[in-house]
Nanobody, 115 residues
């Protein structure tokens, strides 16, 4: 069982920045891939950024050159640095990983960008 805990959401004006963090406390094995998704009401959850171990990061076209995913110094932590935020970035952001055929999600953190 993997527990994912997100933090760092909030309210920011357009053009501002936020940094989201995700940790997997108590997980003793290394998580090979960690992702950030987001979801707005009435729409499907969208993959925003992906960070596989030893692989290249990837981003949704809508966030390229504005968002950066990176691993933290502590094991099984990942951050999402979000710059030049736009109102359309408003969503609940979820940390995600999978292992041995099971997908795990955090509880989500709200990001609201005002115009």
């Amino acid at each position: 069982q993997v527990q994912l805990v997100e933090s760092g959401g909030g309210l920011v004006q357009a053009g501002g920045s936020l940094r989201l963090s995700c940790a997997a406390p108590g997980t003793i094995f290394k998580l090979n891939v960690m992702n950030w998704y987001r979801q707005v009401p009435g729409k499907q959850r969208e993959l925003v950024a992906s960070l596989p171990t030893g692989g290249s990061t990837s981003y949704a076209d809508s966030v390229k050159d504005r968002f950066t995913i990176s691993r933290g110094n502590a094991k099984n932590t990942v951050s999402l640095q979000m710059n030049s935020l736009k109102p359309e970035d408003t969503a609940v952001y979820y940390c995600n990983t999978y292992r041995s055929g099971t997908t795990y999600w955090g509880q989500g953190t709200q990001v609201t960008v005002s115009s």
